[in-house]
């Protein structure tokens, strides 16, 4: 039994209000303050994102055009290179531009040759393979070509799995 007269009911039921819309109102400020603090957060790690995401495309656009460059200058220096041998004066021009083309043709493009030189019945090849298993096939074709007499790879040339700088021997 509530002994109280009706005006202090009514009184207290509004103070009971009047708190619980004050606790009510606290908690919808606080919630909300932290709703907006991650959202910020969360935008601005975006925008880092995409900064990120942004630089590392243009990073990847120029190796590629840097690649387009590397192949284009392989290709002068090939061409430099035949022209060195035609300027030569060498009975045997056409000789070397034969095997460096059957070379060649045998070639793939995972292999990139750098350099040829012509030393007493040998050709001596540099270059480039993207794998151990490209530089096998590669050598295992040039030795099934009955223009070359021996095809040397020194054991040197296995040691790496992946980017592997070669060397062979070729007699002629």
């Known amino acids: ?17 009047r708190r619980l819309f004050v606790v009510l109102g606290t908690f919808s400020f606080f919630v909300i303050s932290i709703g907006i ?3 910020l957060s969360y935008a601005i790690f975006l925008r880092d994102q995409k900064y990120n995401l942004e630089r590392q495309l243009a990073i990847s656009e120029e190796r590629l055009s840097r690649g387009k460059i590397e192949n284009t200058i392989f ?15 060498q009975k045997s021009i056409g000789e070397k ?14 292999i990139k040759i750098n350099d ?9 090849i540099q270059g480039l393979s993207e794998n ?10 040039l ?5 070359f007499k021996k095809v040397e790879s020194p054991v040197s040339n296995l040691i790496k799995e992946r980017d592997i700088e070669f060397n062979l021997t070729i007699e002629l």
Request: zero cysteines; proline letters at 1%.
């Open 132 to 141: 151990r298993q490209n530089l096998l096939s590669f050598i295992d074709s």
């Open 37 to 39: 603090i991650l959202l």
């Open 116 to 124: 040829f030189f012509f030393d007493k019945g040998k050709v001596l």
């Open 75 to 89: 290709l002068a220096e090939e061409f430099n290179t035949k022209i060195s041998l035609l300027d030569s004066g």
């Open 1 to 17: 039994m509530n002994f109280l007269p009706e005006e202090d009911k009514i009184k207290i039921k509004k103070e009971y209000l």
């Open 143 to 147: 030795r099934k070509k009955k223009d």
């Open 97 to 110: 531009s034969a095997f460096i083309k059957i070379i060649l043709e045998e070639k793939t493009d995972k």
